[in-house]
């Protein structure tokens, strides 16, 4: 089993939609839950970081995760074409150092 | 801008040669990582350096390796290289040796084409 397993899609959806993107992990010990966004032709940037369990916002964007299914969740509310990029999950914690697991990565399209 | 500074940003290489793929850290940071991302295998993690020292390491082949210079710059040297190596290669940087509790800052990566 993968430590971080993601639907790559691609995911299409039209602008102002909700979008909801999705990873389930397997290392519980792993306390440390990123979202990194990647544009076409550039470097993965941190969007979003929580720890433990719970939900954290930050604009448009909603981290959440849910420790009893192994379940990490973002949600984009009001989705702009700018959006439209490869959304990276991980996890990570403990003694992993910096052998850090992405997940495949979804591609989300998002077309006015 | 991450700060980042990755170069050569494109490579164009024939099997069986030796690159060298060189990367410049975050004002401040000391820790360096390489990753190797293919569309079949997504981001996969290769090597950590932490001023100066290999920290962990990752699904990196013998044919590769890595270091870490005084004045924390980065290269990652492939060598004997195969079809198979082709890629996007990414350096990240982060201020400390664990990155589970900070962000890691990417470059915009080197495209290496084997022909």
């Known amino acids: 089993q993968k430590e971080v397993e993601q639907d790559p899609g691609p995911l299409s959806v039209p602008e102002g939609a909700i979008v909801s993107l999705n990873c389930t992990y397997s290392?519980?010990?792993?306390?440390?839950f990123m979202w990194y966004r990647q544009y076409s032709r550039k470097g993965p940037e941190l969007l979003m970081y929580t720890y433990s369990s719970g939900n954290k916002e930050d604009g448009r964007f909603t981290a959440q995760v849910d420790k009893s299914s192994k379940y990490i969740s973002l949600f984009i509310r009001d989705s702009q074409p700018s959006d439209s990029a490869t959304y990276l999950c991980l996890n990570a914690g403990g003694t992993s150092y910096g052998k850090l697991t992405f997940g495949q990565g979804t591609i989300l399209t998002v077309h006015p | 801008d991450s700060g980042v500074t990755q170069t050569p940003k494109h490579l164009i290489t024939a099997t069986g040669q030796r690159v060298t793929l060189r990367c410049s850290p975050r004002s401040g940071d000391l820790s360096v990582y390489w990753y190797q991302q293919s569309l079949d295998q997504g981001l996969q993690f290769l090597i950590q350096?932490?001023?100066?020292?290999?920290?962990a390491k990752g699904n990196i082949l013998e044919r590769f390796s890595a270091q870490q210079f005084p004045d924390l710059h980065s290269e990652l040297n492939l060598s004997s290289l195969e079809l198979g190596d082709s890629a996007l290669y990414f350096c990240?940087?982060?201020?400390?040796?664990?990155?589970?509790?900070?962000?890691?800052?990417f470059g915009d990566g080197t495209r290496l084409s084997i022909l």
């Open positions: 290392n519980s010990a792993f306390q440390y």
């Open positions: 350096y932490y001023n100066g020292e290999e920290r």
């Open positions: 990240a940087s982060s201020v400390s040796a664990d990155p589970s509790n900070q962000p890691q800052h």
